[in-house]
């Protein structure tokens, strides 16, 4: 092959080569402003493009979600629901029978006042002759509850006998998983437990026996053993006597 077939077959692929970048976009700018470039580019291009938009959707979703109010768990929903009612029924009389107040504002965990036990048993002998004016209780609402009973236990004064355990937990069937039931409100267990404490010929505790401090790890160490107990062998009512 000369020289001349040479520099057209070089002359030829320059122009292909020139071709090949103009329609890929490398070359100058078609009229009108139509889109240059090849599949692939135009692909990433718009894939760009999409992007974009996409990444600020995440901080654009969280912004609206602030500004909604977040809907109130179930727990929350029945304790409101009877903190306020029975608010509004303790405000109503000049002598309640029982007071209930948030511990430290929280929701969750109550501080309970009953100041009327049968002024005939031997209970209330004892408040009257000791002048104690209410037993105090504290109530702990899990996570799970109405679904699951509160914790409840006797803070003061120290109760023998009356269903009323060490740490001051209190043996009541209603108080356990296997014997609650989502229905029960906070007035039914307090009024049960009102109840049970007298059934049970409570006494008020004069001397210390050196029973264990009345305490809320020394109450659930208490609960547990009595609720793995009932579990193995059922509930039977003990007697008066055994209270």
């Known amino acids: 092959m000369n020289g001349r077939p040479k520099e057209k077959v070089a ?19 078609k009229a009108g402003g139509a889109p240059s470039g090849s599949p692939a580019r135009r692909l990433l291009r718009g894939c760009r493009d999409q992007v974009s938009p996409a990444a600020q959707q995440p901080s654009q979703a969280f912004k609206s979600g602030e500004e909604l109010p ?6 929350a929903k029945r304790l409101m629901k009877e903190f306020r009612d029975l608010q509004r029924l303790q405000d109503s009389k000049s002598d309640p029978v029982f007071t209930v107040e948030l511990v430290e504002d929280n929701l969750f965990e109550w501080h309970v006042k009953i100041f009327k036990i049968d002024s005939e048993s031997e209970l209330g ?27 409840m236990r006797v803070i003061s004064p120290r109760i023998e006998k009356g269903f009323v355990m060490e740490g001051g937990a209190i043996c009541m069937e209603l108080l356990t998983p296997r014997g609650w039931a989502s229905a029960y409100t906070v007035e039914a267990v307090i009024m049960q437990f009102a109840a049970s404490v007298v059934k049970g010929q409570g006494r008020i505790q004069r001397k210390n026996k050196g029973q264990k401090v009345f305490s809320r790890r020394t109450a659930e160490e208490s609960f547990r053993s009595l609720v793995k107990t009932h579990d193995k062998y059922g509930w039977v009512t003990p007697s008066l006597a055994d209270g």
């Open 11 to 29: 002359a030829m692929f320059r122009r292909i080569f020139k071709s090949s970048r103009d329609k890929d976009g490398e070359g100058p700018s």
């Open 70 to 75: 977040q809907p109130k768990s179930v727990r």
């Open 125 to 151: 002998n004892d408040m009257r002759e000791l002048n104690i004016g209410y037993i105090l209780l504290h109530m702990i609402f899990p996570d799970n509850f109405p679904f699951a009973p509160p914790f």
